[in-house]
């Protein structure tokens, strides 16, 4: 199926099939490798993206379901070489051991953010019960949410990321299959 | 995992979607939010060969006011029925469910519709559309119908809905003013329930004057606790008689022993959070 998506601010025309899940088109064909995949049972977060400005599991979403749509990843959201107040609040308060989990969270905490600028600790810990750290880092990636709270005016989620002007990369399709 | 190879359709009205489960035949399956589809799909414990995305059946979103009820659009999404104001208002009890609903990423994707009809029978919002005596509207080849909570739920996954018909709405009774609480016990962050208990409680001048209570997996349906109901109507809001009539919990209930608990522990549990969830639905 022909489907038309923008990620992270540049519009994608490409053929899928339609059993092609999100995460895999992202990977795979558009090469953001920083969408990572943690687990097979949509259970660990590590692959939460954004879409339309809500945070979903990339692996639970087909590409098909994209068209039109508006997709950001954890490489769409530093601008003009400033990371996100997020990920720099990960950065200082040491919120990432191995870092396998780090895209998804953050995800998820931009998301979070959004729709509580001032989450406590439980509201934070409940925010992020999608999301699986296996070092067990939750206390500082905690830390790092609350001080980004602090350090970000309210309202970064949706209409900070809406990109106005957007490339157009059309692409030529790869694989001859699957359903139209 | 990929799932294996499937065709798909994303009709935008309800008839052209029950015109292509009709001709998918058997191996069509509609799919709402796809958030225990697709991750099914993808170990092919499910192989389709026609999926119907109903995610463009606008008409199918939404909270309305009905006068004595609500009706909520099959396709409306966990985060909405979340932050409704009339469910928060009319049916208090669904908003409390739908917020222990697995995380926040499948809440935003997840319907309220695809919950019923898919009818696990450990998913929060069953035992909660049954205490709360929901309508289920169906549309078919042949119209709609209605179906009452007590009939639609079948059997383990298994609905009143026929393969070429769809849930389309949900009428859910008022119950403004009456406290609620829904109490679930799992072990692990974005877990199934092992068990949980829906309750909603009118108190009258002291008194408990209705009571609905529902349980979560506590059988191959969502069971009603007509015992501990019968048990609380005219009796003081009182935490004896709250205890009293939470051992009556279990009757009736043919709960599964599994991995997680045996049939015996959980008509202990049942016991116990029917007697949490009264406690703070009378407190609400």
Avoid at chain 1, 80 to 105: S, Y
Avoid at chain 2, 22 to 33: F, H, N
Avoid at chain 2, 160 to 168: K, M
Wanted: glycine content about 8%; hydrophobic content about 40%.
């Amino acid at each position: 199926m022909r489907i038309s998506v923008t990620v992270d601010g540049v519009e994608y025309r490409d053929d899928v099939e339609p059993r092609t899940l999100l995460v895999h088109y992202l990977r795979e064909r558009l090469g953001k490798t920083g969408t990572v995949v943690g687990c097979d049972t949509s259970n660990c977060g590590a692959c939460t993206v954004h879409l339309d400005g809500h945070s979903v599991k990339s692996c639970a979403v087909l590409a098909v379901q994209a068209n039109d749509r508006e997709v950001t990843t954890i490489e769409g959201i530093a601008r003009d070489g400033q990371l996100h107040p997020v990920q720099e609040a990960f950065h200082q308060n040491h919120a990432l051991q191995c870092g396998f989990c780090t895209p998804g969270m953050i995800m998820q905490a931009i998301d979070l953010l959004a729709d509580n600028p001032d989450p406590d600790e439980d509201e934070v810990r409940h925010g992020l019960e999608g999301n699986l750290c296996r070092c067990t880092g939750y206390q500082n990636i905690v830390r790092a949410v609350r001080d980004a709270a602090q350090k970000m005016s309210p309202g970064s989620g949706p209409e900070a990321e809406r990109v106005d002007e957007t490339a157009v990369v059309d692409r030529a399709p790869m694989h001859a299959g699957g359903g139209e | 995992m990929i799932p294996a190879a499937f065709d798909y359709v994303a009709p935008t009205t309800v008839d052209e979607a029950v015109r292509a489960l009709a001709a998918g035949g058997e191996d069509a399956k509609a799919m709402a939010g796809g958030q225990s589809l697709i991750p099914v799909l993808r170990m092919r414990l499910a192989v389709p060969t026609l999926v119907v995305d109903l995610s463009g059946l606008t008409e199918l979103t939404g909270v309305h006011d009905d006068g004595d009820s609500l009706r909520i659009g099959a396709m409306t999404t966990h985060y909405e029925v979340q932050r409704d104001p009339l469910v928060r208002e009319h049916a208090r009890l669904l908003c409390l469910a739908t917020d222990t609903v697995a995380d926040p990423q499948v809440r935003h994707r997840g319907t309220f519709g695809g919950s019923l009809a898919h009818a696990d029978p450990a998913g929060d919002l069953l035992a909660p559309a049954l205490a709360l005596d929901a309508v289920m509207v169906c549309a078919g080849p042949n119209g709609t119908r209605e179906v009452p909570a007590a009939r639609f739920f079948v059997d383990y996954f298994t609905t009143a809905l026929a393969p070429d018909e769809l849930l389309t709405h949900v009428k859910v009774p008022k119950l403004t003013g009456w406290g609620a609480h829904y109490e679930k016990f799992n072990r692990v962050a974005q877990a199934w329930s092992i068990v949980a208990v829906a309750a909603a409680v009118r108190v009258s001048e002291g008194k408990i004057a209705d009571a609905r209570v529902g349980l979560t997996n506590m059988g191959p349906t969502p069971v009603r606790a007509r015992g501990v109901e019968e048990a609380l109507v005219g009796q003081p809001a009182t935490a004896e008689a709250i205890t009293s009539a939470a051992t009556r919990a279990a009757e009736g209930a043919d709960p599964p022993s599994d991995g997680n608990a045996d049939a015996e522990y959980r008509s202990h549990l049942a016991r116990v959070l029917t007697e949490r969830a009264v406690t703070a639905a009378v407190s609400a």
